[in-house]
């Protein structure tokens, strides 16, 4: 029987709003280059939970708290005086085992703020596949919200996006209405055989290569490990579901 269950994809995280949200919504928040990797990352390396917060100075206040790591990233970079930044090869370690990851990025945490009245999930390429089994499973509808960059459109999200739509819609459990979700997948269509040389001219691919960080997108594409774990936001923490 087809459900009849929407899927919809927001192509930044600025028009959140505009989007149709009920409490039977759950969103995918999604910033592939890095914040969402860096998070299945940190769920996969064993963290407590992670405390996404939206600004520099409320990240400070939790310096130096016991059993906790403070990371922060502005522009791609890290911040002086802070734990951790925002590459995943900072998290694959012991030392962050059983800790609480307080992480503050220029779009994925603001993001995952922008949608925390609603059901919020965060997905990449490393739990897509949980991510999939979890929504067909979940008989609600579906907002992919992407991060973008500053309020602007981004390559990737976007394609990761229409991997995931693509992978629902293929289930005939979901309707499309929604021309950002075919444009997502159009884009996904023409990536999916190579998504580091698709994405060759991308914004923040060149931002991260001038960063000599080539490798975190090349990561972040194409991860070497996957987890079950669906990071979920409860109560302002993610978590593992
Ligand atoms: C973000 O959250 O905007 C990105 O993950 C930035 C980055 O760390 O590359």
Redesign the pocket.
């Known amino acids: 029987m087809l459900e009849n269950r929407n899927i919809n994809v927001c192509l930044v995280s600025d028009l959140f709003e505009n989007y149709p949200l009920s409490e039977n919504t759950i969103v995918v928040v999604v910033?592939l280059?890095?914040?969402t990797t860096v998070i299945s990352t940190a769920f996969n390396f064993g963290v407590k939970e992670i405390i996404p917060v939206p600004s520099l100075e409320i990240a400070k206040t939790y310096i130096d708290r016991e059993d906790f790591i403070v990371a922060a990233?502005r522009n791609?970079m890290p911040i002086k005086g802070f734990d951790y930044g925002?590459s995943p090869f900072q998290y694959m370690n012991n030392d962050i085992l059983d800790k609480t990851l307080v992480l503050t990025?220029?779009?994925?945490?603001k993001a995952i703020n922008i949608a925390s009245n609603y059901e919020v999930i965060t997905s990449c390429f490393i739990n897509i596949d949980a991510v999939e089994e979890f929504l067909l499973n979940s008989n609600k509808d579906v907002l992919i919200l992407c991060?973008g960059?500053k309020g602007v459109f981004n390559l990737e999200d976007t394609i990761f996006s229409g991997c995931l739509a693509n992978k629902l819609i293929s289930s005939k459990k979901f309707n499309v209405n929604c021309d950002s979700t075919l444009a997502s997948l159009n884009l996904y269509e023409q990536a999916k055989h190579d998504y580091f040389s698709f994405l060759s001219n991308s914004a923040?691919r060149k931002r991260?290569k001038f960063l000599n960080i080539e490798k975190d997108t090349e990561f972040c594409l194409n991860p070497d490990f996957k987890s079950k774990i669906i990071p979920t936001l409860k109560n302002g923490k993610l978590v593992a579901l």
Do not use: K, V
């Not at 990025?105 to 945490?109: A, F, I, P, R, S």
């Open positions: 910033d280059l890095r914040a990233e791609a925002n990025t220029t779009n994925g945490t991060s960059w923040h991260l």
